[in-house]
C-alpha cells in the first residue's frame, strides 16, 4: 500500500470497524457513539506491507481499550519516531581523518500513532511500536541516560538503502573537527527531535550533521532539509515528538574505553 493511503485520516461510520498492520504490529479499532475500542497484538512475524481493512468487529475482553471522546468520528494514524533516542554501536572499524567527514544512513523502526479528530497530545488516543526494539544504555553508568539499540547495520550510499515499510531512514553526516583520528564506536540519534518526510514511498527523518570536537566536548547537532535526500518539495508527515526548541549543542559520541579509565 502506498504510504499515503495508509498515513492518513479515516472518517468512521458507528460500529465501523478498521484493522490496521505495519511491522509486527496489528491494531483494531472500533468506533461507536462517542468514543473508540482499540485492541492491539504484536505478531512474531511482520506484515510485508503496510495493510489496512474493515472487519466485522472486536470481541469485548480485558486487552481491550475503551476511550470515551466525545462525538468526533476522524481517526488520523501518523508514524512516529521511538519515544527514547536511539544508538548505534559501531563494529566495523569507522575512522575519519582529521577535517574530513562521513556520511552514515540508518534505518530506524518507527511507531503507529493514533489520534482522534485531530494530532495533538491531548486527542492520541494510542501508540505501538512496528518492531520493538532492545533497551539500552548511553554514556558512563552514573550520568549516561536510558536509550533503544538499533544495532550495527548502516548503509554509506543513500541508493544502497532498502528499508522495510515501517522504517525511516536517517542521513548523518558526521565531522571530525579535531586534529586526529576519530575512530565511532558508540553514536546516539535524538530522534525525539526529528521530523518525519515521505519521498516517493520512503520516510525520510531530517537530514542530521554532527560536529565532533573531541571526547570531552560537547559538539553541534543541526537538523535540516536536503533536496538531495528529501527532493525539491518534501512532504512532512509528522512533526517531531519535542516540538519545544532544544540546545543541539550535546554529546553524540561515547567511547567505551573512558569506562575503565580513572
Known amino acids: 500500500m502506498n504510504p499515503q493511503s495508509f ?3 479515516y472518517e468512521f461510520t458507528d460500529n465501523q470497524t478498521l484493522q490496521f498492520r505495519a511491522g509486527f504490529a496489528d491494531v483494531l479499532v472500533k468506533h461507536f457513539t462517542n468514543g473508540w475500542l482499540i485492541k492491539s497484538y504484536i ?3 511482520p506484515s510485508e506491507d503496510l495493510e489496512v481493512e474493515e472487519i466485522e468487529g472486536i470481541a469485548n475482553d480485558s486487552e481491550v481499550f475503551h476511550f470515551q471522546t466525545g462525538k468526533s468520528n476522524v481517526l488520523i494514524v501518523v508514524p512516529a519516531f521511538p519515544q527514547k533516542a536511539v544508538v548505534f554501536r559501531n563494529n566495523k572499524n569507522i575512522k575519519i581523518s582529521a577535517g574530513e567527514s562521513a556520511n552514515l544512513y540508518f534505518r530506524i523502526p518507527l511507531v503507529m500513532q493514533f489520534y482522534f479528530h485531530e494530532v495533538k497530545d491531548e486527542n492520541k488516543l494510542f501508540e505501538i ?5 532492545s533497551d539500552t544504555w548511553f554514556g558512563d553508568p552514573d550520568n549516561g541516560e536510558p536509550a533503544f539499540s538499533i544495532g550495527n547495520n548502516y548503509d554509506t550510499e543513500f541508493a544502497q538503502v532498502n528499508a522495510l515499510s515501517w522504517e525511516a531512514v536517517s542521513a548523518v553526516e558526521i565531522i571530525n573537527n579535531t586534529t586526529g583520528v576519530f575512530e565511532l ?19 525520510l527523518s531530517n537530514h542530521v550533521s554532527i560536529e565532533f570536537k573531541g571526547p570531552e566536548h560537547a559538539g553541534s547537532v543541526n537538523l535540516s532539509v536536503k533536496k538531495e535526500i528529501h527532493g525539491l518539495k518534501p512532504l512532512q508527515l509528522a512533526k517531531a515528538r519535542n516540538t519545544v526548541a532544544r540546545n543541539l549543542l550535546r ?12
Not at 129 to 133: A, D
Not at 251 to 262: A, G, H, L, T
Open 7 to 9: 498515513w492518513k485520516k
Open 43 to 45: 505478531h512474531d512475524q
Open 129 to 133: 511500536p512496528m518492531q520493538r526494539l
Open 185 to 203: 564506536q558508540r553514536l546516539i540519534l535524538r530522534v525525539e527531535d526529528f521530523s518525519l518526510y515521505l519521498k516517493s514511498k520512503q520516510l
Open 251 to 262: 554529546k553524540s559520541f561515547f567511547f567505551i574505553k573512558n569506562i575503565y579509565q580513572s
